[in-house]
Nanobody, 124 residues
Framework: QFQLVESGGGLVQPGGSLRLSCVLS????????MGWFRQVPGKEREGISC???????VYADSVKGRFTISRDNTKNMVYLQMNSLNPVGSAVYSC??????????????????WGQGTQVTVST
């Protein structure tokens, strides 16, 4: 059993940046692929990024070139640097962990278990 706790969300103006963090506790992250999805009330979850245990990354087209996922296995942390945010990016962002070295696409069912999430609001 493990736990995921996200932080770093908040209010940001369009064009701004945020860095989300997530700590995985209870297991060694080195054996897990890690990811992020986001969800807006009333809509389906959207997988946006995944990083494998060997640091291979996958991004959704909607965030490619603007978001960067990274991990620090020594700290059991995964990060999501989000640049050039726009109001469409307003959502609850949740990090995910799967006991599988590789990323198997961005469908939320393939990203694994998730935390409670952190709210990101992009607005003036």
């Amino acid at each position: 059993q493990f736990q995921l706790v996200e932080s770093g969300g908040g209010l940001v103006q369009p064009g701004g940046s945020l860095r989300l963090s997530c700590v995985l506790s209870g297991v060694r992250m080195v054996y897990y692929s890690m990811g992020w999805f986001r969800q807006v009330p009333g809509k389906e979850r959207e997988g946006i990024s995944c990083i494998s245990s060997s640091d291979s990354t996958v991004y959704a087209d909607s965030v490619k070139g603007r978001f960067t996922i990274s991990r620090d296995n020594t700290k059991n942390m995964v990060y999501l640097q989000m640049n050039s945010l726009n109001p469409v990016g307003s959502a609850v962002y949740s990090c995910t962990a799967r006991r599988w070295e590789y990323c198997s696409g961005l469908a939320p069912r393939n990203l694994g278990s998730w935390g409670q999430g952190t709210q990101v609001t992009v607005s003036t």
